[in-house]
């Protein structure tokens, strides 16, 4: 189902915005990401309400710690009844292993998927070489971290649609790739830099793209997201 495959990002502090969109959407609206900002602010009584509202939910907060911190911090996530959540790869092998691990032997709760963040979107050749002084290009160092958390037993990547083709070749059909970084006009990035359309991304082969500004920053947000649909069915 194309409407399941747009996930909307809902970068706000209150419930009132929250509240807003999810009425201006209406019905086409599936899937949706909660972030750090919303979370930070709302905790667990925002996923109560989008869950109440039939929704499917990405809760995004990249956790990264050691194993055993982020392990027992994912089982709290699991409980409170997500679809998606995620870890940050640069955690390691065993942080995701660990994860994992105890994700798949919850008893009584239906587990969310566990992906993991390779590079951030807005993260370029530039900044991975020369202020993090790491060698190699941006697809080269994403493919080996998609490759790490496969091997760890993961679900899946959040990587940009730049590297979802290598990704998808390498990985294979089963594995989730959710491609944040999309814009209807690349020509308009903000402070993304490893951006497509929504219909190259799909083509390229990601599973799921995540959509925010594009949407919510929209003089009518359900004529962008209605656009963005379009274009990918
Ligand atoms: O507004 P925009 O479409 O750029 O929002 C992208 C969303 O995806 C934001 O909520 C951001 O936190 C998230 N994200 C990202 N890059 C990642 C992981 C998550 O942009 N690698």
Redesign the pocket.
Known sequence: MVNEKVIV?L?FTTKQQVEDLVIKLGTDLKYV?V??QLFYSLGSEIIEYLLEKDLKIFL?L?VHDIPNTAQNACLNLAKLGVHLINVHSLGGFKMMNDVITMQNELIGINRPKVIA??????TSDQDLNQTLGVKGSIEDHVLKLAKLSQSAGLDGV???ALEAKVIRKSLGENFLIVT????LNTANT???TRVATPRDAINFGASHI?????V?KAPSPSAAFNKILDSIS
């Open positions: 990002a970068d990401k972030g750090m995004d990249k963040v390779t590079h951030l979107t807005s959040v990587a940009s944040p970084g999309v814009r903000h402070d993304q995540v959509v925010g500004r594009e919510t």
